[in-house]
């Protein structure tokens, strides 16, 4: 099982940046594909962006253009650089790795407030 802690979430000013990391960690463990994705109070967890081991990157519509997934497979880290953030970017977001072997596995999450 492989074990993903979030960090980098806070909050700021509409059109600033942040920078999300996830780290996974475990024995053994090779990740196919790292991703992030949000959700909001009353709605459903939403794609954001994933990346697979090649490097090979997936945007949502809503994110094109403004953020900019990453990943480092030495150290098994995905990061989300998220630039030119908007009110509607508010959201608990959460890291997800999909291994080549076992069951996908989830991060707590981390919050972002984009707020004035």
């Known amino acids: 099982q492989v074990q993903l802690v979030e960090s980098g979430g806070g909050l700021v000013l509409p059109g600033g940046s942040l920078r999300l990391s996830c780290a996974a960690s475990?024995?053994?463990?090779?990740?196919?594909?790292m991703g992030w994705y949000r959700q909001v109070p009353g709605k459903e967890r939403e794609l954001v962006a994933t990346?697979?081991?090649?490097?090979?990157?997936y945007y949502a519509v809503s994110v094109k253009g403004r953020f900019t997934i990453s990943r480092d497979n030495a150290n098994n880290t995905v990061y989300l650089q998220m630039n030119s953030l908007k009110v509607e970017d508010t959201a608990i977001y959460y890291c997800?790795?999909?291994?080549?072997?076992?069951?996908?596995?989830w991060g707590q999450g981390t919050q972002v407030t984009v707020s004035s």
């Open positions: 997800k790795a999909v291994p080549w072997s076992g069951r996908d596995s």
């Open positions: 990346i697979t081991e090649r490097g090979n990157a």
């Open positions: 475990g024995s053994s463990i090779s990740i196919d594909v």
